[in-house]
């Protein structure tokens, strides 16, 4: 038996990577439609951000989870030939990093939209949202382009199938501006912006707080009454807002770090060798960081009542559709006997 199929990770990965896309996609589908056809409280802009984050996920599940990772454990994959060896990348770099920022810019959606009155108006409309996304959408595909001479196609006498493996006569230049670049892209700015955007509405929250506990003495019943309702809406947009991006950094962070020691050090070696620890926590960082592809749905449910009263509801329908057609064979010959 072959020693890579002994180890514990494979067994993992093969029970881990099927589950995932098995949750994720329906997930992600239902949540789409429940933003489409639902009004969930939220605004016009949010709702297009959530929308396309669960397109975004979709993809990601469907190009790395299912086709890239787990079709590899039950037979040769297409990808493993050319020219779907040079394409891989670009869908599957073009997809990660469009979900990576629309996170961002639902962040900064956010940020402006609880922050700042003024822009607020001009920027967090549906038109800027269609905008943002579509640009976000283009350039993640375009930045992926120089993945196409990253990978090559070979033959594995040992195993006998072919395989996709990291082109090992790549430039060494080459080789460091993609995994620099991709580490900027994917990581460092992202993490920066929603670190830092949310340290900022935090910031802002709490002083926030501070003005409305020194004022409160000083204000009518009437607006009184109003303060408490406006504080909720804005609470529960920042809950969304921090819930979503931090989940993001830190299923993200083992990645990030693994992926650029790897890409630096490592290169060229045998990524299914876990002899090598760096592959282990290479791989559960990969399974971590996809983790978030599959997760907002459930992230949505537990910070937004509308949402999670929505979702529930869609929820039961389905099982009691299920239990119905369960139900129908038998009560067929009833309805022909009438």
């Known amino acids: 038996m072959n020693p890579q199929e002994e180890h514990w990770m494979v067994t993992l990965q093969v029970v881990f990577y099927p589950a995932l896309a098995i949750v994720g996609i329906p997930s992600n589908i239902v949540t789409f439609l429940i933003f489409w056809r639902r009004n969930c409280l939220l605004s016009k802009s949010s709702t297009f951000y959530l929308m396309a984050i669960s397109v975004a996920d979709t993809l990601v599940l469907i190009f790395i989870v ?91 006498h040992n195993q006998t199938k072919w395989a996709c493996i990291y082109e090992p006569e790549a430039p060494h230049g080459y080789v460091h501006a993609l995994v620099g670049a991709q580490t900027l892209v994917a990581y460092v700015l992202p993490f920066l912006i929603i670190l830092t955007l949310n340290g900022l509405t935090l910031r802002q929250i709490s002083l926030s707080n501070r003005v409305h506990v020194l004022t409160a003495a000083d204000l009518t019943s009437g607006a009184y009454r109003v303060t408490p309702l406006l504080r909720s809406r804005k609470r529960k947009s920042v809950v969304l807002l921090v819930t979503v991006s931090m989940s993001f950094v830190l299923l993200s962070v083992t990645r990030a770090i693994t992926q650029i020691i790897i890409r630096t050090f490592f ?72």
């Open 66 to 156: 299912v086709l890239e990772i787990t079709v590899k454990f039950y037979q040769e994959p297409f990808w493993s030939r050319e020219p779907w060896c040079h394409l891989r990348d670009i869908f599957s770099y073009g997809a990660y990093n469009t979900s990576t920022w629309l996170v961002v810019v639902f962040t900064a959606e956010r940020f402006i939209a609880i922050h700042t009155w003024a822009i607020k108006t001009k920027l967090c409309t549906r038109r800027s949202a269609l905008a943002a996304i579509t640009t976000i959408l283009l350039l993640s595909h375009l930045l992926a382009i120089p993945y196409y001479w990253s990978n090559v196609s070979v033959y594995d």
């Open 267 to 338: 290169y060229g070696q045998d990524r299914n060798d876990y002899n090598l620890q760096i592959n282990v926590a290479a791989d559960i960082g990969s399974m971590l960081s996809l983790s978030n592809a599959a997760i907002n749905t459930y992230l949505y449910a537990c910070t937004q009542a509308k949402f999670r009263q929505v979702f529930i509801t869609c929820v039961r329908q389905v099982l009691s559709h299920c239990k119905t057609n369960k139900t129908l064979p038998s009560s067929r010959p009833a309805i022909y006997h009438l």
